[in-house]
């Protein structure tokens, strides 16, 4: 799964069982200003997405991402640097 | 708009915090007599939140050691370890420290802080990997910052996530420089050092271990975590701090790697500070050899860590994993948090307050800790004060078999 699409339905997924229902999220929203999650929290979902994609995102990486989509763009190009 | 506009939130915290009727970034010591007694506006208190663990501040030999050297040398250095700020004192606590680690050499800073800003900064450069536990203290985080490496977090103390990550890293260039801690501040509970050396050695890895709260409190000699768990001569670089254990304040890092003095001249944490004053060099000096001849202190310590994480305990608290010198109890949110605290300290127990996100799981703690020279009688107060709030604000939950 490194289509970019993909990964951004798979965060959502992931997302949703994390954040109060009915909250609206999309490739747009920003992890920590619209879906209210704290940093320990962020840390743990990540960590739970790289071992699913089998990679380690940097803390640079992830001083890079602010929204999902960014999330979803950094995790392909990670899966595609592995694939290489 | 300002400058410091973007600081309103915290600043809404804080006035949160201080409406609750607390301030616990604000406390102030109107007087210290010993390690564990002081007054806090007017009130006696016993203080159970502090590092001092094996009460070396108030040590006489250790008071006059200082006093003679600031006598003798003055009240300061004023300048850097490279200019004109490395006296005889600085040298030759150096030459003790490498000794009583075995090592090759040691490097002493001007803070524990800045001792692991400037050994991690400088050890991991641009094409290397740096490796912490996700729960490090803050100057490994602010040192991997300052460093040009790559920063790879692992999850808490979980040796195979660690193994994971250094797989994933397998083909690309770089060295690997693990950095965990022998005690972890927050909670008291310990790195596994052995399951870590082995994934260290079968990755072909780089070892830093902060010792900065196990120092004195771990080992048969009081080296720390790593000669508890037997696995020193897997350990390239420890680091430690003389604010804890020895009383003092200043940091350092032991190596028996050949060229280590060469990061005097660009370890940038360590040129670009002045020295530590002659009577704190010769007061932790002094530190380090009672450490070495009263082993009985660190025995104390553990009989006294063992009284209150049991007296707490058996009382219902939830508690970190491991007894220690550190015992922190977990509350349910901030409000019961500060109302705790603060009622502590009206009855005349002094802890440290935790709040997140400085904690490892999103929960407020009451941190305390003990020394060596805490009597029985100290600690028992302490832990009927704590049981006495817990009961009444329905906090002890269960207990920690």
Redesign the interface.
């Known amino acids: 799964m490194t289509d970019c699409k993909e990964i951004v339905e798979h965060i959502v997924e992931h997302l949703r069982t994390v954040i109060p229902p009915g909250t609206e999220i999309s490739a747009e929203s920003r992890i920590v200003a619209d879906l209210g999650l704290?940093?320990?929290?962020v840390?743990n979902f990540v960590?739970a997405l790289e071992?699913e994609f089998?990679?380690?995102?940097?803390?640079?990486n992830l001083a890079q991402v602010e929204t999902i989509g960014d999330l979803a763009r950094t995790l392909a190009a990670l899966i595609s640097r592995?694939a290489e | 708009m300002s400058i410091l506009d973007k600081f309103v939130p915290l600043q809404h915290a804080y006035g949160e915090l201080q409406r609750w009727g607390a301030d616990p970034f604000a406390v102030t010591f109107d007087s210290v007599r010993s390690p564990v007694e002081a007054t806090i506006d007017g009130r006696p208190v016993l203080i159970f939140g502090s590092n001092n663990y094996l009460g070396l501040t108030f040590d006489p030999q250790v008071i006059a050691s200082g006093v003679a050297a600031l006598q003798q040398y003055g009240a300061g250095t004023t300048g850097s370890r490279i200019a004109n700020g490395t006296y005889q004192g600085h040298a030759g606590l150096e030459d003790r420290l490498a000794a009583f680690f075995g090592r090759g050499s040691a490097m002493v800073f001007t803070t524990g802080y800045q001792a692991n800003l400037a050994t991690i900064s400088t050890l991991a450069g641009r094409d290397d990997y740096l490796l912490l536990d996700a729960d490090s203290h803050a100057s490994i985080y602010d040192g991997s910052r300052l460093s040009a490496a790559q920063v790879i977090r692992f999850r808490h103390n979980d040796p195979d996530d660690l193994a994971r990550r250094l797989r994933r890293l397998e083909g690309q260039p770089g060295h690997r420089l693990i950095v965990v801690e022998g005690i972890y501040s927050m909670l008291g509970d310990r790195a596994p050092l052995a399951e870590i050396a082995q994934v260290k050695r079968e990755a072909g890895a780089t070892l830093l271990v902060d010792e900065a709260h196990s120092l004195g409190v771990l080992g048969e000699n009081g080296r720390g975590g790593a000669e508890e768990a037997g696995i020193e001569d897997d350990v390239e670089f420890i680091v430690g701090t003389f604010s804890k254990s020895l009383g003092g304040i200043g940091g350092f890092c032991t190596s028996n790697q050949p060229n280590f003095d060469i990061l005097r001249l660009c370890c940038r944490p360590y040129m670009f500070t002045a020295s530590l004053p002659p009577s704190v060099i010769a007061s932790v000096q002094r530190g380090l050899e009672r450490l070495h001849e009263e082993p009985r202190l660190r025995l104390n310590l553990h009989r006294n860590a063992h009284r209150l994480y049991g007296g707490l305990s058996s009382a219902g608290f939830i508690l970190g994993p491991h007894p220690g010198p550190i015992v922190s109890v977990r509350l349910p949110d901030v409000a019961i948090a500060v109302t705790f605290w603060t009622a502590l300290l009206q009855a005349g127990i002094y802890v440290n307050l935790a709040l997140p996100p400085a904690t490892p799981d999103s929960h407020p703690l009451l941190r305390s800790s003990v020394t060596a020279v805490h009597t029985d009688d100290e600690i028992d107060q302490a832990v009927a004060a704590m049981t006495e709030i817990g009961t009444a604000l329905g906090v002890l939950e269960g207990g920690n078999d």
């Open positions: 704290d940093s320990l929290a840390m960590m071992d089998d990679v380690s995102l940097t803390m640079d592995v």
